[in-house]
């Protein structure tokens, strides 16, 4: 009896020290951008707001749901606007938009539906059919077509086959639409890609392609000051 006593406080011991030991640090590098927004959000405990805990979000990407949640105010402006000008070199770096073409514009039905922009650009309806919903595009676009630093992600689809690297993202920021598209434009001619300027119907467009890659960028203002910007891109063998 003493023996068996013996050995159930040791397994103890060794049960309590597991249960103190901390868990491995996870590298948030390694994070799909829906993880990384279900790990952060609080535990809602409450029956009344279990509701809004949006966890699952991990699981099915919610559209019209920005990732991150969108920050507005001075501060957020003030803190994108810095990180932009660090990617073109100051604000001597950004380049003089062209002249806008006139153009009808697009309605935001069609700026705004990913899934038509893709297919406009795919060659194929096979790689448009291939595009699938996901966070993790807006992080796979070109670099020289990356969104607005601290952008909030709106929607995103892509596909990677044969032939097809298919990426369509709508995004959000609380910089004035001037900084964005002047930010764009600097991206994609500093990249060496090709580009037109249309205004029409509250939008302005940016598109071109160079070798094996098309893009489209639109973007408007919105009635609440922050600017909703839809990319979309094709790189083909």
């Known amino acids: 009896m003493r023996a068996g006593h013996a050995a159930s406080l040791v397994l103890a011991v060794a049960g309590l020290s597991a249960c103190n030991r ?45 990732l991150p949640l969108d920050e507005t105010g001075q501060v957020a402006i003030i803190a994108a606007r810095e990180d932009a000008l660090m990617l073109v070199g100051g604000s001597s ?60 992600t709106k929607e995103s689809i892509g596909a990677d086959t044969a032939g097809c690297r298919l990426r369509s993202v709508i995004y959000i920021t609380p910089v004035p639409l001037d900084d964005v598209i002047a930010f764009h434009h600097t991206r994609v001619v500093g990249a060496g890609l090709a580009t037109d300027y249309f205004m029409g119907e509250g939008w302005r467009v940016l598109s071109g392609n160079t070798g094996t890659l098309r893009y489209e960028i639109a973007a408007r203002s919105l009635p609440t000051g922050q600017s909703e910007v839809s990319i979309a891109s094709l790189e083909t063998d």
Do not use: H
Not at 48 to 55: F, I, K, P, R, T
Not at 108 to 126: C, H, K, M, W
């Open 93 to 152: 770096g950004l380049k003089p938009l062209p002249e806008a073409q006139q153009t009808d514009g697009l309605t935001a039905a069609e700026a705004l539906n990913s899934i038509g922009r893709a297919q406009r650009l795919a060659p194929t309806t096979t790689c448009a059919n291939a595009a699938r919903f996901s966070a993790i595009w807006a992080a796979r676009l070109p670099e020289p077509l990356s969104i607005y630093p601290r952008g909030s």
């Open 22 to 66: 901390s868990p491995e640090p996870i590298d948030p590098t390694e994070l799909d951008p829906m993880v990384q927004r279900a790990l952060n959000d609080p535990i809602m405990a409450d029956p009344d707001l279990v509701s809004q805990n949006m966890a699952n979000a991990a699981l099915a990407f919610e559209v019209g749901q920005p």
